[in-house]
């Protein structure tokens, strides 16, 4: 299986923010991390981030696979796991999360799009939405050991924190030595 060429995030024009955790290398890292784990299921996996977030349901599926497959899947954040990159981080084995000295991580809820929806499909997207939140919210709580109440108030807002500040919260495990 081919590995392919290391991807970037793009911005399409009209965006807003670039996009990383897409359908399509969501896909790719899902089928690579089953693959390795069908070849040598005793050697551990390694997933860098450096991810601005991008969409919730590839990012859930890269989280399910990684608690799925039988190696150990190390995070490590170098530059930024913000949004979803924090989810991935997060969802790392326990003790094999790693931020490098200078990374920065960021949390807040799940966001949608309700521009040119209908008032029926806006009430369905919503209820949707807060479904997401509640499986996010879940995760984070028990990946952190952090009180519920404490993750759905920092997740009302963008909590931008330091390698270190994310240690203590129990986004990562470790902070690496410079």
């Not at 989810?87 to 809820?109: C, D, N, S, Y």
């Not at 995760?139 to 390698?163: C, H, I, L, N």
């Amino acid at each position: 299986m081919p590995i392919g060429v290391p991807k970037v995030p793009f911005r399409s024009p009209g965006e807003e923010d670039a996009s990383w955790v897409d359908s399509e290398i969501s896909n790719q890292l899902i089928g690579l991390m089953i693959y390795l784990s069908i070849e040598d299921d005793t050697q551990d996996l390694y997933l860098f981030i450096n991810s601005p977030g991008g969409w919730v349901i590839p990012g859930v599926a890269l989280y399910d696979t990684m608690q799925f497959v039988q190696p150990d899947v190390h995070t490590i954040c170098m530059g930024s796991a913000a949004s979803m990159g924090s989810f991935i981080l997060v969802g790392g084995e326990i003790t094999k999360r790693l931020a490098f000295p200078h990374a920065w991580v960021m949390i807040h809820q799940p966001a949608g799009s309700f521009s040119e929806v209908a008032t029926g499909e806006f009430i369905l997207e919503v209820g949707e939405l807060l479904k997401l939140r509640e499986t996010l919210t879940r995760v984070y709580v028990q990946r952190t050991g952090k009180p519920v109440w404490v993750v759905s108030e920092d997740m009302e807002r963008d909590v931008f924190m330091s390698a270190t500040e994310a240690q203590a919260y129990g986004i990562v495990d470790l902070v690496a030595v410079e």
